[in-house]
């Protein structure tokens, strides 16, 4: 039986108040007083995973080093505690379903009828207990996606509840995360949504151990009392969540409203060191503190919607400290600079040409690289971003006019980009890309090498199509060189410009792999040549 100790959060009033902020944010206090802490994610919606979710719906999706295609907020938990996470952190509904009803074909419940109650919420028990169950952690952190009262959370909740009378108190709590609202007319913070709230929680047979407000304005002692009274909760255990300047701030305003002793207090956890948030502290202060400034284009399809590049957005963050730097980003429509008016890219110190599918924003991305490349601006491509410099750089250097991927034309006469025996018997697109961390060798004397330090390095792909090696002597002899390989395929990884201050194309995604304490050195190195390049 394990030995962990298991923390729900919920959400309640409306959605995207930051429930994985918090999760993340109380993690890391924990992780910091010495505790080995993960989270995982219930996301109550039938897709399987987001893998085939269309950014505009849920953001970024998130994959792991195993190959999970996730929700974004495993990014946060990553980013916050610094240790990966994998295919067990996060799980839909779609996949309780599709285990359940895969038992039940294979006769596991011997002819009995499949319900709700106790099947689809053993099966989520099960999920929950798995990372408990392995060992490895002191205490699992679990956040259920959605509101208390929407219909598609109810199994997870009472799962919940289940746990928490299985387990004990000691063992087990609930975490609410709540808002107050404040009404400008009536001058107020109103209590009421937060009551309402908890009773529907109340109902389903869950009481919350704490409440975490969110709130524009503090919470004065007499409201926190009476939340305290109607929501039958201890008074220290509301807690105050005022909207901070960065999310990044939110562990250190945990740390003074107590969350994390609450939490220690009420499952008997004494801590194991003690807490240091020493380096964390270091980057705040680089953060808010920066010595120069720059600008730098993110050229990409989904920019009206900027979690779509939520790791990039971060990775950024990351490195900006790390150069005690303020990162200035400009999110650039690729459709916009589709008839070669690149004006919205003067004025930048770096170009980042994102990844994406589709042959929207296709050839907007292919003038700004060469505006990157002609006038020597930094540039950074990632997955499409770097088949796009291959693009470009076929095009315009070597002379071949209509060479694209096969993505967006299947009969060019030079496809540079295509797409791998392999995956071309497919036809089901969930989970059918090459996913997950995968080896590269790099190159020594490369600006890839120098980035990194090293030779042997390995970083998380998502993605069907591949640079054809068929092209690679041309390229190499006209300038642009092949500075990674995966060892094991010969796949190229990694393309660079021998001529140009900073222009690297990556086929995998390093801002997966950025944290608040190991910003991820391509990021780093290219917000140092967007900082040279601003001088001049």
Known sequence: MSNAKYIFVTGGVTSSLGKGIIAASLANLLQARGFSVTIQKFDPYINIDPGTLNPYEHGEC??????????????????????????????????????VIQKERQGAFLGKTVQVVPHITDEIKRNFYQLGDNGNFDIIITEIGGCVGDIESLPFIEAVRQVVWEKGHNNALVIHLTLIPYLKSAGELKTKPTQHSVKELSETGIQPDILVCRTEHPLPMELRKKIALFCNVQINSVIEAMDAETIYDVPLLMKKEKLDERVMTKLKLI?????????????????????????????????ELKDAYKSIAESFIHAGAMNETKVNLSWIKAESL???????????????????????????????????????????????????????FARNVLGLKDATSTEMDANTPDPVISMLEAQKKITQLGGSMRLGAYPCNLKKGTKAYNVYGKSAISERHRHRYEFNNDYLSKYESAGMIASGFNPETGLVEVMELKDHPFFIGVQFHPELKSTVLNPHPLFVNFVAAAIEFSKN
């Open 62 to 99: 998130y994959v792991t080093e195993d190959g999970a295609e996730t929700d974004l907020d495993l990014g946060h938990y990553e980013r916050f505690l610094n240790v990966p996470t994998s295919q067990e952190n996060n799980v839909t509904t779609g996949r309780i379903y599709f285990n």
């Open 271 to 303: 801590p194991k060191q003690e807490i240091d948030l020493g380096p964390w502290k270091t980057f705040l202060g680089k953060l808010k503190n920066p010595s120069s400034e720059i600008n730098i284009g993110l050229v990409g399809k989904y920019v």
């Open 338 to 392: 589709a008839d070669g008016d690149i004006s919205a890219l003067e004025g930048m110190h770096g170009i980042l040409v994102a990844p994406g599918f589709g042959e929207r924003g296709f050839e907007g991305k292919i003038n700004a690289i060469r505006f990157a490349r002609e006038k020597k601006i930094p540039f950074f491509g990632i997955c499409l971003g770097m088949q796009c410099a291959v693009v470009e």
